[in-house]
């Protein structure tokens, strides 16, 4: 069980740095682009509103 107060931003960071490599290694070798379908999955926020990003 993860209690509410663990700070999992470390592996967070970590994780989100493999992501992006990656995506850019898949970027070298083919030609990616998004699909019109998925712009409006491109940014995302917490329901409090608190948090918000996007996707590379």
């Not at 993860?2 to 931003?9: F, R, V």
């Not at 989100?16 to 850019?24: F, K, P, R, S």
């Not at 712009?39 to 948090?51: A, I, K, T, Y």
């Amino acid at each position: 069980m993860n209690p509410q107060n663990t700070d999992n931003s470390t592996v967070f960071d970590t994780l989100w740095a493999i992501v992006g490599e990656l995506h850019q290694k898949l970027g070298d070798r083919f030609e990616l682009y998004l699909e019109p379908a998925s712009q409006l999955l491109q940014q995302f926020s917490s329901p409090d509103g608190r948090v918000q990003g996007s996707y590379f």
